[in-house]
Each structure stands twice: as C-alpha cells, then as structure tokens.
C-alpha cells in the first residue's frame, strides 16, 4: 500500500516553455501533498503545500505564479513549470499525506526536468 | 520556523561495523521524526520513524532514538552491508506539520 506514482519520470523542454508534472495517490486518498525540488547533492526543498480543493500554500522565495499548483481531486495533484528556464532544470518530488495516518509522507518516484 | 541540522555529511565505514548519524531541530512543537534512504536518482525511502512520546525504536538492524528535551535525534544502523550505503535524511515536522529536512548524510560501505 501507500503508492505514489509521477509522470513523467523525466522531460527536456526548451527554455519559455510550460512542463507539468502530475503526482497521484494510487491506493490511497491524500488530502494533501507536498511538492519538492532537489538539486544534486542536496536536501529536499519544500516548495509548496497542495491541499485538495484549496489554493496551495507557497513557501518563502518560491514564485507562485511561475511554479503552478492544482490539487483537483483526493488522489490528484499537478505542478506546472511556467515559462521554464535553464536554472528550473532540477529533481521534482512530491509526497502524499495519508488522510488515515496524519504524518506519514509517501515520495513520487521524482520527475528530471532539464531545461535547454 | 523548524531548522533541522544533521551531522556528519559523509560517513564512510567497515562493512559490519555500525554508523550513527544525528539530527537536531528547534522547535520544541514537533513531534514525528522520520528518516529516509535515499539513492542515487531515486525517491527518498522511509527506512524508519519515531513520535515524540517514545524514546526508541527499533526495526531489525535499524534504530532510532529520540531525546525530546535536548531535541536531537540518532539513527543507528548495526552490522552495515555494501546495500547500506546511501544518503540518509532525518526530517521533523514543523509546527504546521511539514517536514523540514536535514542536509542528508552520504553514507559509504566499503566491503
């Protein structure tokens, strides 16, 4: 149990174009997710929390117009790269909360986006 | 907001022999400690976690301790194998339930 799938695992796109990445709670419902961005050899930054059927909370320094969030449904949650840019290129993650077991976070498989 | 340090960054160790890496964080709120596994372009993998009202635990060759009113953390790996060898992150939750993440630990096993 506890799947969490992401599509795609890896994307090259031209600079000025728009990516997104979608992040799915396969055998359970998460009313939230969260979204992350790793560079090589580093920590996991959050970028911003999803929450079903509400706006998504950014954190300090993340664009909220650039990087879009939509958390359409219980088991659904997209991010969208805006007018991407070389310094975008970066690991993509996202985890989903369990709604049953309140702090667990179950991480996506990740998704390269690489931005030429 | 919640600051989590982790020490060492690199760990290098003699297969069999035990590593220990240890977290801190700041805010006395937090009460659920995870610690991943994460391997080279892969996901981060929950190896192990700890609530803020118990002192210890304990999965097979995994341990992780908790000393709430010093507010630092350890896990404890025992008779470590080649597939050990990782990065490791120790997380915390902050007072809006986000984790907040350690700086990792690379963790090397040599044979």
């Known amino acids: 149990g506890a799947v969490v799938s992401q599509h795609p695992s890896w994307v090259i796109c031209k600079s000025g174009t728009s990516v997104k990445i979608e992040c799915r709670s396969l055998?359970?419902?998460?009313?939230?997710m969260f979204w992350y961005r790793q560079f090589p050899k580093q920590s996991l930054m959050l970028m911003a929390t999803s929450n079903e059927g509400s706006k998504a909370t950014y954190e300090q320094g993340v664009e909220k117009d650039k990087f879009l969030i939509n958390h359409a449904s219980l088991t659904l949650s997209t991010l969208t790269v805006t007018s991407a840019h070389p310094e975008d290129s970066s690991f993509y993650i996202c985890?989903?909360?369990?709604?049953?077991?309140?702090?667990?976070?179950?991480f996506g498989p990740g998704t390269r986006l690489t931005v030429t | 907001g919640e600051n989590v340090e982790q020490h060492p960054s690199t760990l290098s160790v003699q297969e069999g022999d035990s590593a220990v890496i240890k977290c801190t964080y700041s805010?006395?709120?937090?009460?659920?400690f995870p610690w991943y596994k994460q391997e080279l372009g892969k996901r981060p993998q929950l190896i192990i976690d700890i609530r803020s009202n118990v002192g210890e635990k304990k999965d097979q060759r995994i341990a992780v301790t908790l000393n709430k009113t010093a507010k630092h953390f350890s896990l404890h790996i025992t008779e470590t194998q080649p597939e050990d060898s990782a990065v490791y992150f120790c997380a915390a939750t902050d007072s809006w339930g986000k984790l907040q993440f350690g700086a990792g630990t690379q963790v090397v096993v040599t044979p």
């Open positions: 055998d359970f419902q998460a009313t939230t």
């Open positions: 985890s989903a909360v369990n709604r049953d077991k309140r702090y667990e976070q179950y």
């Open positions: 805010d006395s709120a937090s009460n659920y």
